[in-house]
């Protein structure tokens, strides 16, 4: 599936790339989705995600998205756990 066909591709990061066991996956989309539901998708058919997305941030097409926000006419969301560096 590619974007254009109603999906969205999701890209994952450093340690939620470990838990999904995928760099990056499409995910498809209704009418009207939003951030919230492209998450639970994701939750449902990778669990081991789970704990990784309660904490994790998410870019909506390279800026900072919020759970209720629509995903509109994004074709990317991704997920970057907390990490630390120096």
Known sequence: ???NDGGILVRYWAGARAAAG??????PLTEGARVADVIAEV??????LDPVLDVASLLLDG????????VGAATTLEVLPPFAGG
């Open 43 to 48: 939750r449902q058919s990778r669990p081991a």
């Open 63 to 70: 800026r900072a998205a919020r759970a209720e926000e629509p």
């Open 22 to 27: 995928v760099a990056e996956e499409y995910v």
């Open 1 to 3: 599936m590619r974007p």
